[in-house]
Every structure is written in structure tokens, then in C-alpha cells.
């Protein structure tokens, strides 16, 4: 990246869909519309912004190691790839939701070692280790709620948003580990390179964020 031009990295799908419209208010629009594109970098209507549009799971590791200045990310994503690479100056109050343990209605607590299924393994460690609980790990990347009900796993850890998905597979919601929204990070160099074209940006993101309240 030159240092008179800003990569700010989006997350496609659901997140992209709310943060677009904040940009939008901030001033930053895209210059073709991206759900129409198969392209993964755009140009905007400012000349030295361009937005890139990948997995929120990747966004962290972009704006960490500087390929991109900024970037909008899950909380989620962000505890579990771990926020010390880079600043979290502000969150867009939006794709809103918890992450939580659930587990099969009316089960028993478990003082020996719990099963636990999650893709979030990072921040379950982290959790249980807190609550002093012995767990036995279990990496999946999608249908965790299945899990429990198939012998996999006695509890699960993941994104609960209205609750459907748990009720749908006969599961209950127990503990909130955190409050989950989305994020805007900034790489720690482009911070101080780049420092007036990104407050401004963060600025009147901002003032976005306060107007859709
Ligand atoms: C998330 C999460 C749950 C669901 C919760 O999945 O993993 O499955 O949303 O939403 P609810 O409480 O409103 O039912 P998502 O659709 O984001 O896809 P993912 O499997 O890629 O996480």
C-alpha cells in the first residue's frame, strides 16, 4: 500500500450489508456496487480510498500485517484471533448479537471434563479455563448446534442472534461469554503514517454511528 492511499477491509456477507450504509453517511461509498461484483478490491468515490471485501475471519490478519490500514470485523473474530496487533478505536454498534455456551434443554451441569464444540476454540479456552472447568476441545466450522444432539459434544460455543437456531435444534442458551458488534480496527503503522486521513474517516464514522442510534 503507498502511503497516500487507504485499504479499508470490509467483511462480506450479512456485516457488509450494515456497514455499507455507515460508510455511505461517512462519506465513503463504493464506485460499482460490490454485490453485484465478483471483483475483491473497489474503488470509491474518494481517490486515495479503496475498500477490499473478504471473510471477517481474514480481516484481522490484513490489518494486522498492514496490507490493509483498516478494516470492520466481528468482535468475534476479533477475540479470537486476539486484538494486540492493532487498535479497536470504534465500534459500529451494528450486527449486534452474543456469543454464548447453550446446551441440550434441561442437561445436567457437568463437573468432570465437558465436551465443548466450537470455532471459536481460542476464546473457549480462554472462557473455561477462567471458570476453571476441564474441557475437552472440539473444532468444527459450521452446524455446531448439531453437535450436542449427535454425541459430539455436551456444550457448544457460538454466535447466538435470536435464538432460533438453538430452540430449532433443541438446545438452550447458558452463559454470555461476550456482547458481540462489529468493529472498526486500524494497523498500528498506518496509525501514525496515515494519521489525519484515518482520523477523519473515524471521525465521521463516528458521527455516522450517532446518527443511526
Ligand atoms: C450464526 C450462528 C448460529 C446462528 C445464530 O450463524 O453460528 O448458527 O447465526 O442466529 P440465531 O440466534 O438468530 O438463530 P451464521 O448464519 O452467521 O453462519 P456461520 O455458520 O457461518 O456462523
Not at 456444550?155 to 456482547?179: C, F, H, M, R, S
Not at 494519521?195 to 473515524?202: F, G, K, S, V
Request: aromatic fraction near 4%.
Amino acid at each position: 500500500m503507498s502511503s497516500s492511499e487507504l485499504v479499508i477491509a470490509l467483511t462480506k456477507g450479512r456485516i457488509l450489508t450494515e456497514t455499507l450504509p455507515l460508510f455511505e453517511l461517512a462519506g465513503v461509498i463504493p464506485a460499482e456496487d460490490i454485490s453485484k461484483s465478483r471483483k475483491l478490491l473497489f474503488d470509491t468515490n474518494l481517490p486515495h480510498v479503496k475498500l477490499m471485501v473478504i471473510r471477517g475471519a481474514d480481516v484481522p490478519t490484513y490489518v494486522e500485517f498492514g496490507s490493509a490500514d483498516m478494516g470492520v470485523a466481528g468482535k468475534d473474530l476479533i477475540l479470537e484471533y486476539g486484538s494486540e496487533g492493532f487498535y479497536e478505536p470504534l465500534d459500529l454498534k451494528i450486527a449486534s448479537c452474543q456469543l454464548m455456551t447453550a446446551q441440550p434443554v434441561g442437561a445436567k451441569a457437568k463437573t468432570e471434563r465437558l465436551k465443548v464444540a466450537t470455532k471459536f476454540t481460542n476464546i473457549a479456552k480462554r472462557y473455561f479455563a477462567e471458570q476453571g472447568q476441564q474441557i475437552e476441545l472440539i473444532k468444527l466450522n459450521g452446524a455446531l448446534e448439531l453437535a450436542p444432539s449427535l454425541g459430539l459434544a455436551d456444550t457448544i460455543v457460538d454466535i447466538v442472534d435470536t435464538g432460533k437456531t438453538l430452540k430449532a435444534n433443541g438446545l438452550e442458551p447458558k452463559q454470555v461469554i461476550a456482547e458481540i458488534s462489529s468493529r472498526v480496527i486500524v494497523n498500528k503503522a498506518s496509525m501514525k503514517i496515515k494519521n489525519t486521513m484515518i482520523r477523519e474517516i473515524l471521525e465521521k464514522l463516528r458521527a455516522a454511528v450517532e446518527l443511526s442510534q
